[in-house]
């Protein structure tokens, strides 16, 4: 299974699938399409990712696998290529919030971190003003450029 860019006609699903996992997706719409990935099993979307980009930084958001696909490594997957997008667009650091996996983040190289570290217009998203608490946890990490080489993407066929 291979990440593809998000499509438009991907919108709908990649809101239920965050639904489900009780992630935001309330401010989700089609301009995010551009920077999400989704994973695809048997023609239904079973993984996503999103990258709101800030300059030379960037909020991961909506990491998200469908339950019964967990603990098969496609959240590593979708971490990978979402990191190696985020260097081809010239991000060096990555911030995140997250209320439920902080420990999958930091085993992942994510740090914890103050809100006030990551910079103002990555403080200016929505996902920090208004979407997720002031308990959730914020992490980030450094992006090392040999990353971007790792992952190849695909744009999605036509057909759904």
Request: glycine share 8%; charged share 25%; hydrophobic share 45%.
């Given at each position: ?107 992942r190289g994510y740090r914890p ?43 999605p066929s036509t057909s759904t």
């Open positions: 299974m291979k990440p593809e860019l998000a499509s438009a006609a991907d919108l709908t699903k990649i809101r239920s699938l965050l639904r489900t996992c009780e992630l935001p997706e309330i401010d989700l719409d089609l301009g995010h399409m551009g920077d999400f990935l989704v994973l695809r099993a048997g023609g239904s979307l079973v993984g996503c990712v999103g990258l709101e980009r800030a300059g030379d930084a960037g909020l991961l958001r909506s990491l998200a696998v469908a339950h019964e696909r967990r603990s098969a490594g496609l959240g590593d997957v979708l971490m990978r290529a979402i990191e190696a997008r985020a260097v081809a667009a010239g991000v060096h650091r990555l911030f995140l919030l997250t209320t439920t996996a902080p420990n999958f983040f930091a085993s971190c103050s809100r006030v570290d990551a910079p103002d217009a990555i403080r200016a998203l929505t996902e920090f003003t208004s979407i997720c608490p002031a308990s959730a946890a914020c992490m980030s990490r450094s992006l090392d450029r040999s990353i971007s080489r790792q992952e190849q993407f695909h744009r």
